[in-house]
């Protein structure tokens, strides 16, 4: 048992380490047109499945209530939390369309879309990806290795690795960076 322990975390730090020196620059402009969207008064929506329809209701909340500075809300919606919105949709037309439907009604042009795909691909994340571009929103995607979203996000961030549970410890770690950062922008903490 051991052996797994220290293993998983080496691993865990080998993907991180490797992610963000290959990143460092990206994750900076990311957080420079996320702070300069919310000054702007656009907002974040976040979408994903699983695992990472958890972690967009984690970064909502960073965003909405604070991180690490004292200071006023910022608006970032989970497009994952309200029950009879995706049940409706998904009973109605199609689990597809989850997402979809709720940023035809929340997105405006300017505003920022952060798709998250461990696999790059799922339907329901490409689909609303792809309509956010029609609008004229920001899409930044966060992914594995492989997958549409790798290309059709404006900022693509692509973990290097095959173990779900890798990218998502990547995922989480780069979304409090740039809540962190984007607040110290907006807030000069």
Partial sequence: MRHIIQQSVEDSITVKKEF???NLGTIEACANR??????????ILLFGNGGSAA???????????RFQIE???????ALTTDTSIIT???NDYAFEDIFFKQLQALGQKGDIALGISTSGNSPNVVKTVLEAKEIGLLVVGFSGKNGRLKDLS??????????????????????HILC???ERILFHG
């Avoid at 996320?34 to 907002?43: H, T």
């Avoid at 972690?55 to 209530?65: G, L, M, T, Y």
């Avoid at 200071?71 to 919606?77: E, N, Q």
Wanted: proline share 5%; net charge negative.
């Fill in 71 to 77: 200071r006023k809300p910022l608006p970032a919606i």
């Fill in 154 to 175: 404006d900022i693509p961030f692509c973990v290097d690795s095959d173990t779900t549970a890798r990218i998502q410890e990547v995922h989480i770690l780069l979304a």
């Fill in 55 to 65: 972690d967009c209701q984690h970064i909502a909340a960073e965003f909405v209530n």
């Fill in 34 to 43: 996320m702070a300069d969207a919310l000054k702007q008064g656009k907002k």
């Fill in 88 to 90: 409706s949709i998904g």
């Fill in 20 to 22: 963000f020196t290959r």
């Fill in 180 to 182: 962190d950062l984007t």
